[in-house]
């Protein structure tokens, strides 16, 4: 980035093709590094053991939908069928909204980012009398086995495709601090075939 600004600085671009190309490259790493700076903000606040997050009692189901809804329109326009499985009656939680939809965002956009046209997506939640379990799976080509148990780590990513796709690695590890922070459980299902997580949190 420093690179491409110092060509625009001086003016050592060969055509107004080539400025914009520069300006264009410099635009992007610059939306990278403030995606960045965003979440590691937002781990090493999740991680502090100073700051509170206040709880109160709502539709998780409601969240759930709200949360799919966000990226609807992106899974149809990549061409992967997004599959919605939630009660139509309400499940009722005692949660931080924020920090349960930055979860389920993250899980999504993962499984949006990583998965090819033809894709098969799903959300689903499962309330039992003690506990409810949210999972988001996809049928793709999941998560290779040497990174697996290391997967919810801070920058720990999978395969090449998952190392240059211009994420910051954090999306995961940001997601596993926002259950932690419920008491609940998180974890990458060993027997899926694709990459399969779920979420478990206990009523209260």
């Avoid at 919605?84 to 349960?100: F, T």
């Amino acid at each position: 980035m420093q690179g491409y600004a110092e060509v625009l600085r001086l003016g050592m671009e060969q055509s107004e093709e080539q400025r914009q190309k520069y300006a264009n490259r410099t635009h992007t790493k610059v939306r990278f590094i403030a995606s960045l700076v965003d979440d590691l903000f937002e781990l090493t606040k999740l991680e502090s053991t100073e700051l509170s997050y206040e709880r109160k009692i709502g539709d998780l189901a409601e969240l759930c939908r709200t949360a799919a809804a966000d990226l609807y329109d992106s899974f149809e326009r990549k061409g992967i069928t997004l599959d919605i499985r939630i009660p139509e009656s309400p499940v009722m939680l005692s949660y931080h909204e924020g920090l349960m939809h930055r979860a389920l965002s993250n899980l999504l956009t993962n499984a949006l980012k990583y998965n090819k046209e033809g894709a098969h997506v799903w959300l689903e939640l499962v309330a039992c009398d003690e506990d409810i379990v949210v999972t988001v799976g996809d049928d793709g080509p999941g998560i290779s086995e040497p990174v697996r148990e290391t997967v919810f780590e801070p920058f720990v990513r999978g395969d090449q495709a998952r190392r240059s796709d211009g994420g910051s690695g954090l999306g995961l590890a940001i997601a596993r601090s926002s259950v932690e922070r419920h008491a609940g459980q998180i974890w990458l299902d060993p027997e899926a075939e694709g990459t399969v997580v779920h979420i478990r949190l206990t009523k209260t």
